[in-house]
């Protein structure tokens, strides 16, 4: 792996791990039964008082529920990519690495969004519709920041335009930054719930960025 790839799936291992223990300690640190029907939530004293700060802004809910419908379009767009590629050349080992790569990379993070769903570490702070909903990690935070960073790091490989790459890049930044703090101060969610998201999404990216740019020199060198 070379220095660049390595150094940033070395990131994206280390981020995995803090998230491991950021959950571990989410369920062990200042657990008290503040959530909803009494729920246990670890960091009582900080989501509380962070939860009380936000209070619950359901409008602004609905605005980033909806438009966390934005990265899954794009993951449907790059699947059209692979897709065309792979009729086009007639074998699936002829499609672009980096673009098999990125569909094992969402398959990866769907499986993660199963996982805490089958297996709730948090509930929401409010009931949604009625019912309790899990809320660690945040699936919407998960979701926006897994994705868009790949469609500004493949804009980056795939086009030649500057002009057009800078735009790509304000425009994904801008809109995963606004989804992070719609979502942190709608009030859906605990903020550790957030954060873990934020550590798990980042992680997962950088280790798969690193793979990519390991196979792309060495695919160069031969």
């Known amino acids: 792996m070379n220095s660049n790839g390595r150094k940033t799936f070395f990131k994206g291992s280390i981020l995995l791990v803090t998230f491991a223990i950021w959950t571990v300690l989410i369920q062990i640190v200042d657990v008290k039964p503040i959530g909803v029907n009494g729920t246990d939530i670890g960091f009582a004293i900080f989501n509380t008082w962070f939860h009380s700060l936000t209070g619950a802004n359901m409008t602004l809910y609905n605005i980033t529920d909806?438009?966390?419908?934005?990265?899954?379009?794009?993951?449907?767009?790059?699947?059209?990519?692979?897709?065309?590629?792979?009729?086009k050349r007639k074998s699936l080992f002829k499609v672009d690495c980096d673009i098999i790569f990125l569909g094992v990379y969402y398959i990866i993070v769907i499986f993660g969004y199963l996982i805490f769903e089958m297996i709730p570490i948090n509930y929401r702070p409010i009931l949604i519709n009625g019912f309790m909903e899990a809320s660690y990690p945040s699936s919407t935070t998960l979701l926006v920041l897994s994705v868009m960073p790949t469609l500004n790091f493949q804009a980056t490989r795939r086009l030649k335009n500057a002009t057009v790459k800078r735009i790509i890049s304000v425009l994904t930044i801008s809109f995963s930054v606004f989804m992070v703090v719609g979502r942190l101060i709608s009030g859906v969610h605990w903020i550790t719930d957030i954060i873990g998201s934020c550590l798990l999404s980042v992680g997962l990216f950088y280790v798969y960025k690193g793979v990519v740019l390991w196979n792309f020199t060495k695919n160069s060198k031969n």
């Open 66 to 87: 909806w438009l966390g419908l934005v990265p899954i379009f794009i993951c449907m767009m790059f699947a059209m990519i692979g897709l065309v590629q792979l009729f």
